[in-house]
């Protein structure tokens, strides 16, 4: 990726402008000091397109060395393909990338590593072949080893099943087709920790709104109230339109084998793949909510601070205190100082 081309598109800019631009960030040259003294190396940009520029250049410059770090660890497994090759380099995000890591990435012990241990991965290929002739309890029959725990057919096949869920799981492609489902048909839902407890927060004791749909100051302030432990938070999705994505693509026959594989799938989506997808949403709209905060302050501040002043107005300015008095000063119409006081009006009775 020629990442000073893809800033020029995604800003609208000229790629002059963001070959200077990149250039004097590093040469360790800080935002405002570009904004003040390069204008003209810059076109003029403002701190804030600059801001927004460097917030971009440092993801996409993390997102190229986050690519190069997966290839080679794929690679030192000897497990890389030209399809996760060209997968790795056609991404453009690093939830991208790390979905399609996630089947390499070692993994702490799960249900799943114990089931592979135990020698069960055999089983659960044989059942996602889901082939009419295979009988999958009998089949299971030969892996019951007490040694490893596995007294019957059904702890075999639940091994199975364990290792078809996390695979399932581990799919790049319906992660983020899930992902971007919920994004477009998830609902934001809140309810009271307490129902009894008031507090600021009692218009969301009840609350439920489309994901598209929440407000930036709603996502804050729902971001408060769980903090706060008045508020329980959670994304919501129609099970059955997410599963349903899941078995077009994992169940191919109706045998015993696909009714096995769709139990696993289910399983897959509801203990594994949804619960990191509501973290990643909830995460990625917390962000996005303080971000946009942030601009808004930016934008108000900015206003406030290049109103004009009261043109031949005498001011009276009033810093309150309460332990030490409010410190008060007057400035004549040209802003000079003509006193300063502190006075005390919730002070003692001998104070002034």
């Given at each position: 990726?020629?990442?000073?081309?893809?800033?020029?598109?995604?800003?609208?800019?000229r790629?002059e402008?963001?070959?200077?631009?990149?250039a004097?960030i590093?040469?360790d040259?800080t935002?405002?000091?570009?904004?003040?003294?390069?204008?003209?190396?810059t076109?003029?940009?403002?701190?804030?397109?600059?801001?927004?520029?460097?917030?971009?250049?440092?993801?996409l410059?993390?997102?190229?060395?986050?690519?190069?770090?997966?290839?080679?660890?794929?690679?030192?497994?000897?497990?890389?393909?030209?399809e996760?090759?060209?997968?790795?380099?056609?991404?453009?995000?690093l939830?991208e990338?790390?979905?399609?890591?996630?089947?390499?990435?070692?993994?702490?012990?799960t249900?799943?590593?114990?089931?592979?241990?135990?020698?069960?991965?055999?089983?659960?290929?044989l059942?996602?072949?889901?082939?009419n002739?295979?009988?999958?309890?009998?089949?299971?029959?030969?892996?019951?080893?007490?040694e490893?725990k596995?007294?019957?057919?059904?702890t075999a096949?639940q091994?199975?099943m364990d290792?078809?869920?996390?695979?399932i799981?581990?799919?790049?492609?319906?992660?983020?087709?899930?992902?971007?489902l919920a994004?477009?048909?998830?609902?934001?839902v809140?309810?009271?920790?307490d129902?009894?407890?008031?507090s600021?927060?009692?218009n969301y004791?009840e609350?439920a709104?489309?994901?598209?749909k929440?407000?930036?100051?709603?996502?804050?302030?729902?971001?408060?109230?769980?903090?706060?432990?008045?508020l329980?938070?959670?994304v919501?999705?129609?099970?059955?339109?997410a599963?349903?994505?899941i078995?077009?693509?994992?169940?191919?026959?109706n045998?015993?084998?696909?009714?096995l594989?769709r139990?696993?799938?289910?399983?897959?989506?509801?203990r594994?793949i949804f619960?990191?997808?509501e973290?990643?949403?909830?995460?990625e709209?917390s962000?996005?909510?303080?971000?946009e905060?942030?601009?808004?302050f930016?934008?108000?501040?900015?206003?406030m601070?290049?109103?004009p002043?009261?043109?031949s107005?005498?001011?009276?300015g009033?810093?309150?205190?309460?332990a030490?008095?409010?410190?008060?000063?007057?400035?004549?119409?040209?802003?000079?100082?003509l006193?300063?006081a502190?006075?005390?009006p919730?002070g003692?009775?001998?104070?002034?």
């Open positions: 990726m020629d990442i000073n081309k893809t800033l020029a598109k995604e800003f609208g800019l790629q402008q963001i070959d200077n631009t990149v004097l590093d040469d040259k935002i405002p000091f570009i904004a003040r003294y390069r204008k003209e190396l076109g003029s940009l403002d701190d804030q397109i600059l801001r927004e520029l460097y917030d971009r250049l440092m993801y410059r993390n997102l190229e060395k986050r690519k190069e770090e997966v290839t080679a660890a794929i690679t030192e497994q000897e497990k890389m393909t030209p996760i090759e060209a997968a790795i380099s056609a991404a453009v995000t939830v990338v790390e979905d399609i890591y996630r089947p390499f990435k070692p993994k702490r012990r249900r799943a590593s114990i089931a592979r241990e135990n020698g069960l991965e055999p089983l659960a290929v059942i996602m072949a889901q082939e002739s295979t009988e999958p309890e009998k089949e299971a029959e030969a892996y019951i080893d007490e490893k596995i007294t019957d057919v059904q096949l091994g199975a290792i078809i869920a996390e695979d799981s581990d799919d790049a492609d319906i992660r983020k087709k899930l992902r971007a994004g477009e048909k998830g609902e934001l809140s309810k009271a920790a129902p009894e407890a008031e600021v927060y009692m004791y609350y709104e489309a994901i598209p929440v407000a930036n100051h709603r996502v804050l302030a729902l971001d408060r109230g769980e903090k706060e432990n008045f329980k938070v959670s919501t999705l129609d099970e059955t339109l599963t349903d994505i078995f077009g693509k994992y169940i191919k026959a045998n015993s084998c696909g009714e594989v139990a696993a799938a289910a399983d897959s989506y509801k594994l619960p990191s997808i973290r990643e949403i909830r995460s709209m962000a996005k909510a303080a971000e905060s942030i601009k808004v930016a934008a108000n501040l900015r206003q601070l290049l109103q002043p009261l043109k107005s005498i001011i009276l009033l810093d309150p205190g309460y030490h008095g409010c410190k008060t000063a007057v400035i004549d119409g040209t802003g000079k100082g006193d300063t502190i006075i005390y919730v003692s009775a001998g104070a002034v």
